[in-house]
């Protein structure tokens, strides 16, 4: 039978908009000593805004912009959103015969027997087109139209207002190290680490690469020691459901995320985390 402490402390965790899908994972809460995050819709936004527009010659910002957004139409990632709002005009998805959505690497449609690649250098590099690389530090969505590279948008992401905070008070918590798994470029990555002052950063992973590093850490920490990963369910999911605790950030309402987490915080504040921790700490000194 389950404690009826353990109740109490859903109960508290649910008044502050956590929800926990079971009493086994409030306990688990108790031992977590690493905290994984996702980066894009977790620690940050997911609100991104053009920056720059460069263009090959020949071919001008608003096309690279234009092809951009049709690549983008039907894709739910927070790059795809900000690129169609960037754009601004609607887009007739009946003209779009074909979309294949890569993960961790971006979009393929084909429209009109017109071939559109919108998406990072992993993206170009799989399907073997030269580019230029862009030195900027910020998210790079490449563009190729018919295999050949027309240009690239630089887009920027804003970190959540408490995120710096929710660092600081799991530091506070005595966690060993807090991680960032981003499948964004390294330098991104980096510069988000490096201001919210996280521990270590992995950058460029694909999906099952999240996976991987976190059992990576799985084999390198003590055993009664868990780990908790925090995700917003986009290219996170596989990792979500195989960390020891999995917390999804709802905001956004990835339905993926709050599917395979087994903590859900409804507000979008990382900061909850923490608040998660404290409600087990206190429910766990109540039962025993
Ligand atoms: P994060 O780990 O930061 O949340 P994701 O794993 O969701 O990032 O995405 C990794 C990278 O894959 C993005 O930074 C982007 O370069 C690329 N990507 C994914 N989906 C798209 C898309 N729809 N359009 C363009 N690029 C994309
Ligand atoms: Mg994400």
Redesign the pocket.
């Not at 460029?204 to 999906?207: Q, S, V, Y």
């Given at each position: 039978s389950i404690p009826l402490g353990f109740f109490g402390g859903i109960g508290a965790a649910s008044s502050r908009g956590i929800l926990v899908k079971g009493s086994n994972y409030l306990e688990a809460l108790n031992d977590v000593k690493y905290v994984v995050f996702?980066?894009?819709?977790?620690l940050?936004k997911?609100v991104f805004e053009v920056t720059k527009i460069h263009a090959v010659e020949g071919v001008t910002q608003d096309e690279v912009l234009q092809n951009?957004a049709f690549?983008?139409v039907h894709?739910?990632?927070?790059?795809?959103e900000s690129?169609r709002k960037a754009y601004g005009k609607d887009i007739s998805e009946n003209s779009i015969s074909s979309y294949n959505?890569?993960?961790?690497?971006?979009?393929e449609v084909v429209i009109e027997e017109k071939e559109i690649l919108?998406?990072?250098?992993?993206?170009m590099s799989k399907m073997n087109i030269p580019f230029l690389e862009s030195e900027e530090v910020g998210?790079?969505?490449y563009v190729a139209v018919n295999k050949i590279f027309i240009g690239y948008i630089v887009i920027s992401d804003q970190l959540k207002d408490d995120a710096k905070k929710a660092i600081q008070l799991l530091k506070e918590l005595n966690m060993k190290k807090t991680v960032m798994?981003?499948?964004?470029?390294l330098a991104?990555?980096k510069k988000v680490a490096k201001e919210l002052a996280m521990d270590e950063v992995y950058a460029?992973?694909?999906?099952q690469h999240?996976v991987e590093q976190m059992e990576q850490l799985d084999r390198t920490k003590q055993t009664n020691e868990k780990i908790l990963f925090v995700?917003?369910g986009?290219?996170?999911t596989p990792v979500l459901a195989r960390a020891d605790v999995g917390m999804a950030m709802g905001g956004l309402g990835s339905d993926a995320a709050i599917e395979a987490a087994d903590i859900v915080i409804m507000t979008d504040e990382p900061s909850k985390i923490a608040t998660a921790i404290k409600i087990a700490k206190k429910t766990r000194k109540i039962v025993w």
């Open positions: 996702d980066k894009t819709g977790t940050t997911g951009a690549a983008e894709s739910n990632h927070p790059i795809a690129i959505e890569i993960s961790g690497h971006g979009m919108a998406g990072n250098r992993k993206l998210t790079v969505v798994l981003t499948g964004d470029a991104v990555g460029e992973l694909l999906p999240k995700g917003d986009i290219n996170d």
